[in-house]
């Protein structure tokens, strides 16, 4: 039932900022972890970060301590991914996913949204 639609990417230079939304629709966020996950061509899938159902704790990969901003507010039932200081190895698709909990498997994700960091 739960929908997840991500926005919000596009071409930024190196250094740059951009804020990803993942908007849910047909359920609520309320009960779900949330993360975001990138794949690049010829590259695994890379877990970026996670937030608990309540927000009450959250992770991010090593690659993106630091840089990366993950938040939410169930009131508008939306997650977001503050990235700032955008590297070329940052290009990916990004993908918003549900997770039965933070560290735990993937229960589904979104059709994704492209991020090129390229001068």
């Known amino acids: 039932q739960l929908q997840l639609v991500e926005s919000g990417g596009g071409l930024v230079q190196p250094g740059g900022s951009l804020r990803l939304s993942c908007a849910a629709s047909g359920s609520t966020l309320d009960y779900y972890a949330i993360g975001w996950f990138r794949q690049a061509p010829g590259k695994e899938r890379e877990g970026v970060s996670c937030?608990?159902?309540?927000?009450?704790?959250?992770k991010y990969a090593d690659s993106v301590k630091g840089r990366f901003a993950i938040s939410r507010d169930n009131a508008k039932n939306t997650v977001y991914l503050q990235m700032n200081s955008l590297k070329p190895e940052d290009t990916a698709v990004y993908y918003c996913a549900r997770y039965y909990y933070c560290s735990g498997p993937l229960a589904s994700w979104g059709r994704g949204t492209q991020v090129t960091v390229s001068s």
């Open positions: 937030i608990s159902a309540n927000g009450g704790s959250t």
